[in-house]
């Protein structure tokens, strides 16, 4: 394409450009009608410190089960780990715990990210209820050693019982294989049909 200008300049009219005052204008505009970013909102929301889950969470109960998609189905049955705080649903397990433990979940709760320091008297009863609970089944060296000893006898009982197992497949296969062996005609003249009985 031929430039029609005669100086030779390039025409670069097509840029759009650039007008302070037009802007100025729509902003004030935008105030009077209430949408300018001097929005007054209200005391900020107070939230509680975050804190320790009361519940178990459910990663296995739909585990190596089969299920059916259908887009028209709703949230709480698609496949996937659903949230019904925050109304989603997460596709895996990893994603479903980093879910629960993330900023938009716990808010959902009203809860914080902040956690509750801890007093020192605070700190001394939970290892108090922790020695608590250790100490009826207190714990010996004996104790391990007879759990190791019980765990290898369990462990040759179950190699000797599948050692069993192989010679009785072995037998049945050898027993299997002489009756192959026998041609069913000369067996039926000599008045005998077979030698082992099939389960």
């Known amino acids: 394409m031929a430039n029609n200008n005669a100086g030779g300049s390039v025409d670069n009219t097509f840029r759009r450009k650039f007008d302070p005052e037009e802007y100025l204008e729509r902003a004030r505009e935008r105030e009077k009608q209430g ?3 001097s929005k007054s909102k209200g ?3 107070q939230r509680k410190p975050l804190k320790h889950r009361d519940y178990e969470v459910d990663l296995d109960s739909r585990l190596g089960k089969t299920q059916v998609v259908t887009p028209i189905a709703p949230l709480s049955q698609q496949a996937g780990y659903y949230c019904s705080v925050c109304e989603c649903v997460v596709k895996d397990s990893a994603n479903y715990l980093d879910h629960i433990n993330g900023k938009k979940h716990q808010r959902a709760l ?3 990210m902040r956690v509750e320091r801890a007093s020192l008297q605070q700190v001394q009863e939970r290892f108090e209820k922790l020695k608590k609970r250790r100490e009826p089944g207190s714990f ?3 104790d391990l050693d007879e ?3 019980k765990q290898q006898e369990e462990e040759e009982e179950r190699k000797r019982q599948r050692r069993e197992r192989k010679k009785e497949k072995k037998k049945e296969k050898a027993a299997e294989e002489e009756e192959a062996d026998i041609d069913p005609d000369i067996a039926a003249m000599m008045g005998f049909g077979g030698f082992g009985s099939k389960k």
Do not use: A
């Open 110 to 112: 009203g809860m914080s």
């Open 147 to 149: 759990r190791i000893l």
């Open 35 to 37: 949408r300018g970013k």
């Open 140 to 142: 010996t060296e004996q």
């Open 43 to 45: 005391p900020p929301v």
